[in-house]
């Protein structure tokens, strides 16, 4: 059995889902998946990077110069893409239990 | 070059150079990006960028597949020895507390107050050399600060307690050597 994620690893890779994403476009996004609840700062942001890329989740893209500055494209690999769907599954089943649980406790009263 | 960008700069040398040659650029370009009007980098964001330097060194260093950087060890060492020492003078200005409280501290001779002050000395410079860049003292500043360290340690005396040096009325069970 897979530990779970830590939630940074899990939004970057949510972020990474749809499309390839450059490290300004990760950070923005993240806030916005969270609903601002969540803002990573670029130093977590490139420490996961490095890490998912060492575990093959997560590839290089693309690399672009705008304005001089180098803009770098991550992609999920089809490995990442796995993992996410594990840990997606992983939490549906527990969301699922919670539910069901607190329906029983509504219709039942409080224990 | 702006006061930011080159204040970045100055934190993203912390990180192991591998990275550092990958990906330093990308991330200043983020990191000037996410700072909107700021002049300079905020508290936060500094601790985040030294606590990811922190961890990427550690992570290279317990990495299994050999590409370990000495240099990079001599970074985290230089980091780690001074945290070391300061935690070891948390017990000297315990005992320096102590014998304040005693109203005994003129007793105490000087070098006994601050028995590490030497090594502390060394070690603000060996940071100071780390901090400003310098290519010669740069380099050999932390072989000097564990030598020194080492040295102060091997010829430290053992400790007496209940020598005479504790004050009139304290029992010598409770002399600040023995903590």
Redesign the interface.
């Known amino acids: 059995m897979t530990d779970a994620l830590r939630e940074p690893t899990f939004l970057i890779l949510t972020a990474l889902a749809a499309r390839p994403q ?3 476009g990760i ?1 923005r996004d993240v806030e916005e998946i969270s609903g601002g609840r969540v803002q990573l ?7 996961a ?3 998912l890329r060492t575990d093959g989740w997560v590839a290089v893209d693309r690399e672009e110069v705008v304005e001089s ?4 494209y991550y992609r999920l690999t089809d490995t990442g893409a796995a993992r996410l769907e594990a840990e997606v599954t992983r939490m549906r089943a527990h969301t699922l239990a919670a539910e069901k649980r607190l329906r029983a406790r509504l219709a039942g009263g409080t224990a | 070059m702006t006061d930011l960008e080159r204040r970045y700069r100055r934190l993203l040398a912390l990180y192991p150079r591998d ?1 550092r040659e990958r ?1 330093g ?10 700072a909107g009007d700021r002049s300079r980098p905020g508290w ?2 500094t601790a ?6 922190a ?2 060194h550690l ?1 290279r260093l317990v990495a299994a597949d050999g590409g370990v950087e000495p240099g990079d060890v001599l970074a985290v060492v230089s980091l780690l020895g001074p945290v070391a020492l300061l935690a070891g003078a948390a017990g000297s200005v315990h005992e320096l507390a102590w014998w304040v409280r005693a109203g005994a501290v003129g007793q105490l001779p000087w070098s006994e107050q601050v028995p590490d002050l030497p090594v502390w000395l060394v070690w603000f410079a060996v940071a100071v050399a780390a901090c400003s860049g310098g290519g010669a003292p740069r380099r050999p500043a932390p072989g000097w600060g564990w030598s020194v360290s080492c040295c102060s340690r091997c010829s430290a005396r053992p400790p007496t307690s209940g020598s005479g040096r504790v004050p009139a009325g304290c029992s010598s069970a409770w002399s600040p050597r023995r903590h």
């Open positions: 450059h490290g300004y950070l700062r670029a130093g977590t942001v490139y420490t990077l490095d890490r500055r180098l803009r770098r | 990275h990906t650029e990308e991330m200043l370009a983020v990191l000037v990006a996410d936060r964001e985040n960028l030294l606590w990811a330097a961890r990427l992570r």
